[in-house]
């Protein structure tokens, strides 16, 4: 028994370790296989019926996976090493005073003291509204060209009562990013509009911008595309998503 504890009995068992518990006699043979019995229920405890221990992680799906370790390290910066926060603004719109009446815990009066501290809260104004911009575009003659010619207005699209702003937010808003996923829905992206930005604007009218924003940036498109087909080398991104 103390010489079949001296070999490894797990998977990288060999077959002269195997002759050696033979020949120790018939009650190392017993140890041994209660030890293999042993680390093969160890290794199957929480694992689903249908996969064994050589069963990759990618295929385990994630709700049959054990329980992930807890982290050695503390999350964050090592003690000593600077901070980072949102950098305090050099210009500020308006400023409030604040002031306690009494003491939150006594009830009492306060004694005035001429200590202060700042703190500095950004926001998006309370009465947020669309700006809506008139535009006069002068016709003028061309005694060359024979005909009228007039001012470009560049905020918007030709014929678009939407700004160039809100329009790219918009067609922004349903985008899947390498950096996230918006993944709006067209009603989702014209109740955001309507009920958070005050700009009413119905699911026909979003796509029929998007088809003109994109019937602008095809070209620059086409020349990325034409670039990537001339290019002596091509990356490709494959990595995996889980379906199911």
Request: glycine share 8%; hydrophobic share 30%; proline share 9%.
């Amino acid at each position: 028994m103390n010489a079949t504890m001296d070999i490894s009995v797990g998977p990288n068992l060999t077959p002269a370790e195997a002759e050696r518990i033979w020949s120790l006699g018939k009650a190392s043979v017993v140890f041994a296989l209660l030890e293999q019995s042993k680390m093969l229920r160890e290794q199957q405890a929480g694992m689903p019926n249908d996969l064994t221990p050589a069963t990759p992680s990618s295929g385990v799906p994630t709700s049959q996976k054990p329980p992930p370790k807890s982290r050695r390290k503390t999350p964050g910066k090592k003690p000593g090493q600077p901070g980072r926060r949102r950098p305090t603004p050099v210009e500020f719109d308006e400023t409030q005073d604040h002031r306690a009446d009494t003491c939150p815990d006594c009830g009492g009066p306060l004694n005035g003291c001429t200590q202060t501290r700042e703190r500095f809260v950004e926001d998006i104004p309370e009465d947020l509204k669309p700006k809506v911009t008139r535009h006069v575009i002068h016709r003028d003659w061309c005694p060359g060209c024979k005909r009228h010619i007039e001012g470009k207005v560049t905020d918007a699209l030709p014929g678009s009562q939407l700004g160039n702003r809100m329009l790219v937010l918009s067609a922004w808003m349903p985008r899947v990013t390498s950096q996230g996923a918006l993944g709006n829905t067209l009603s989702q992206v014209a109740s955001v509009l309507d009920h958070h930005l005050r700009m009413e604007v119905s699911q026909t009218g979003l796509l029929a911008m998007w088809h003109r924003l994109a019937d602008v940036l095809w070209p620059w498109y086409e020349e990325i595309r034409q670039e990537a087909l001339k290019s002596r080398v091509l990356h490709g991104d494959e990595s995996g998503w889980r379906v199911n």
